[in-house]
């Protein structure tokens, strides 16, 4: 499609084709909940085999956003009757085609959306019991997911008593931007002394010395690998954390770290964010996910350098050139520009709406 150039034309694209889809085909009316993904066309959704908590919450946090309180609303209480569980506490990961429960693990990365979405919601439409969600799940966190050194654990069981998954570095991340929506929305400020425990243990764990790269598992774990999009995510993240950071280090670490990434993790020639590099730069999974690309737009659009700001507009361009399409997105491509993966999921309008609302007017 013809490039949009401008953050202004990327809004309209938002506003005028994505939104639509997930008002219209991509909600299931009856259950009151997003479906998965919607076909290339985005005029049907893909056979439903589950709905997910975490997409539940994205797309609350979208709608809400926006100040769509009917479609915020319907999905906050379809989050609450769904995915909450009664007998045990937490959140659900999915539940199956008519709503009963599918996968009952208990998941760090579903909770810290649960508590995103609920404190964006929350805030925008003054409900407190949105808010007592916020609190009850950040208490729960820090009660059974804490593991050694500050760090937490990725999953549990259903009965929040044995670990599932240890710590892993994007749990942790979206738990940051969480606990980031946390204290915007209830100005509490135990969150500040929480995200900075939780900068700092991420920093001892997950940060690469030579790089300054927050790697996916602990710095030494074989099979380890560095996501040039959470480079950028981090980045930003950080630059929100002003006076929160601690001795963690991070906002030298992540300066060098996006440096890295650029260099290593971006096509200068078609601005494709490349999905996983290993500790030297060589790539390790060539695939361009539209999620990595919009943490690139938003972390040059919050960058400290005027220079790397400056370049915003070209990235803009090739990213809607090669990524935006009439009726809606590419989800995936290879490194050559050809699409590997046609559907459009539910969680991806998160991503853009977040990279958006950080682009200058």
Not at 85 to 104: C, I, M, R
Not at 221 to 227: L, M, Q, S, V, W
Request: aromatic share 12%; proline share 6%; hydrophobic share 45%.
């Amino acid at each position: 499609m013809t490039s949009l150039c401008t953050p202004a034309a990327l809004r309209e694209h938002f506003d005028h084709v994505i939104l639509p889809l997930w008002r219209g085909p991509g909600f299931n009316a009856a259950l009151r909940l997003p479906y998965e993904a919607l076909d290339t066309t985005g005029s049907a959704p893909l056979p439903v085999t589950r709905y997910r908590a975490m997409a539940c919450a994205r797309q609350i946090f979208i709608f809400s956003a926006i100040g769509d309180y009917d479609y915020a609303h319907a999905m906050f209480l379809s989050l609450r009757r769904y995915f909450s569980d009664p007998d045990h506490g937490g959140w659900f990961y999915s539940v199956d085609a008519n709503g009963a429960p599918l996968d009952t693990t208990k998941d760090l990365y579903t909770h810290a959306f649960v508590i995103f979405a609920c404190a964006i919601y929350g805030r925008r439409f003054g409900a407190s019991a949105a808010l007592d969600i916020v609190h009850r799940t950040s208490a729960l966190i820090t009660e059974r997911f804490a593991a050694q050194d500050g760090l937490f654990n990725a999953a549990l069981d259903v009965r929040l008593k044995n670990v599932v998954s240890p710590p892993a570095q994007n749990p942790m991340m979206h738990l940051t931007e969480a606990w980031l929506a946390a204290r915007d929305a209830t100005g509490d400020a135990a969150f500040d002394d929480a995200l900075t425990s939780l900068v700092e243990a991420v920093a001892r764990t997950f940060v690469h010395t030579r790089t300054g790269c927050i790697a996916e598992l602990p710095v030494g774990a074989p099979d380890n690998r560095f996501e040039p999009g959470h480079q950028f995510e981090w980045f930003w993240l950080v630059s929100c954390l002003a006076g929160r950071l601690g001795a963690s280090g991070l906002d030298e670490a992540l300066t060098r770290a996006f440096r890295f990434a650029v260099q290593h993790g971006v096509n200068p020639a078609t601005g494709g964010v490349c999905a996983a590099l290993d500790e030297q730069g060589q790539t390790l999974d060539a695939t361009e996910r539209i999620w990595a690309q919009t943490e690139y737009l938003r972390a040059m659009a919050t960058h400290f350098d005027a220079r790397v700001r400056a370049k915003l507009p070209q990235q803009i361009a090739l990213f809607s050139a090669r990524f935006l399409q009439p009726h809606g997105w590419f989800e995936c491509k290879n490194a050559a520009g050809d699409v590997t993966r046609s559907d459009m999921p539910s969680t991806t309008p998160y991503h853009l709406l977040t990279a958006y609302n950080a682009l200058p007017e």
